[in-house]
């Protein structure tokens, strides 16, 4: 789902902050600081975030500007997806989230399932890279890459965390309330053609 003033602050943020990296000029530098300002002047427009909260989270790296990645594990048991309750907002998702420097993208699915649902698993394959802009979530400031691992269950127990406060499995057609920030009811129609077939290329985009 594409909204064009996210799109617009998001790629104003990007060019002032690869300018803030690799210009010289003084002059040009103040440019590329009135680009930044900008960016988090749109986002505060249409958020009403405060805009010192939107420069921390938003405008605040440095460095060439490329997409945060999201890594999510999917579990199957009898046809029945895992997903855990988000203590954030009280809804469901499947588990995972941003991955950590020093862990590969398996590594941290193993880590993020087992911590938010108390489950052991072993990554089987990558099965979509999904593009968080081209789903029908709701905004976000950053620009972010999902990248789902099909993952077999291999032990461990149904536990809750700081971050969830549920787990369970469930049947396609009986989900409960949706994270729609993390997963969305169409993306979890995406998941399931895997489970029917695992020849199937992966998804992306």
Not at 6 to 22: C, H, K, N, P, V
Request: charged residues 25%.
């Amino acid at each position: 789902m594409r909204i064009k003033w996210l799109e617009w602050a998001q790629q104003l943020q990007a060019i002032a902050q690869a300018g803030l990296t690799y210009s010289k000029d003084v002059y040009d530098l103040e440019r590329f600081e009135m680009i930044r300002d900008l960016s988090v002047e749109i986002m505060e427009e249409y958020t009403q975030v405060d805009p010192t909260v939107i420069r921390e989270l938003f405008a605040s790296d440095t460095g060439y500007a490329t997409p945060k990645v999201d890594v999510r594990g999917v579990v199957f048991q009898d046809r029945r997806i895992l997903l855990v309750k988000e203590t954030a907002d009280g809804k469901w998702s499947v588990p995972g989230g941003w991955a950590d420097v020093g862990y590969s993208a398996s590594e941290v699915v193993v880590k993020e399932v087992q911590e938010e649902s108390g489950f052991v698993v072993v990554p089987r394959r990558v099965i979509a890279v999904m593009d968080r802009a081209r789903h029908p979530h709701p905004p976000h400031a950053n620009y972010i890459y999902r990248i789902f691992f099909l993952c077999e269950l291999v032990g461990g127990q149904a536990s809750e965390s700081i971050e969830t406060s549920d787990v369970g499995f469930f049947e396609r057609h009986s989900l409960p309330e949706l994270s729609i920030g993390r997963i969305t009811e169409s993306q979890i129609d995406i998941l399931y053609r895997y489970l029917d077939d695992p020849d199937a290329l992966a998804y992306f985009d």
